[in-house]
């Protein structure tokens, strides 16, 4: 990556440790379908500051989706029909 596109991206960056994501895995993989759902896991995400680059790309990368049904998997349309 050259310089430039570095510094933009250090620019784009400099106030991103002050957000933070939240993800919640349900305890059943069905429940994924679900609108709602009472029982499973809820992560909160606060990111390093700073965080390489690379190390953003890894942690993006490194998204299971062991616990999404196969049928979603193979399927992705058909979660826009569930609700």
Same mark, same amino acid.
């Given at each position: 990556?050259? &310089?430039?596109? &570095?510094? /933009?991206? %250090?620019?784009?960056?400099?106030? =991103? %440790? #002050?957000?933070?994501?939240?993800?919640?895995? +349900? &305890?059943?993989?069905?429940?994924?379908?679900?609108?709602?759902? #009472?029982?499973?896991?809820?992560? /909160?995400?606060? +990111?390093? /500051?700073?965080?390489?680059?690379? #190390?953003?790309?890894?942690?993006?990368?490194?998204?299971?989706? #062991?616990?999404?049904?196969?049928?979603?998997?193979?399927?992705?349309?058909?979660?826009?029909?569930? =609700?």
């Amino acid at each position: 990556m050259t &310089e430039r596109v &570095e510094a /933009t991206l %250090g620019e784009l960056l400099e106030n =991103f %440790g #002050d957000k933070f994501s939240l993800s919640l895995s +349900p &305890e059943e993989s069905w429940q994924y379908c679900l609108w709602n759902c #009472d029982d499973g896991l809820m992560k /909160t995400n606060l +990111p390093l /500051t700073p965080q390489s680059w690379q #190390d953003l790309v890894k942690k993006a990368n490194s998204i299971t989706l #062991d616990r999404i049904p196969h049928y979603l998997q193979t399927n992705p349309n058909l979660y826009y029909f569930l =609700f």
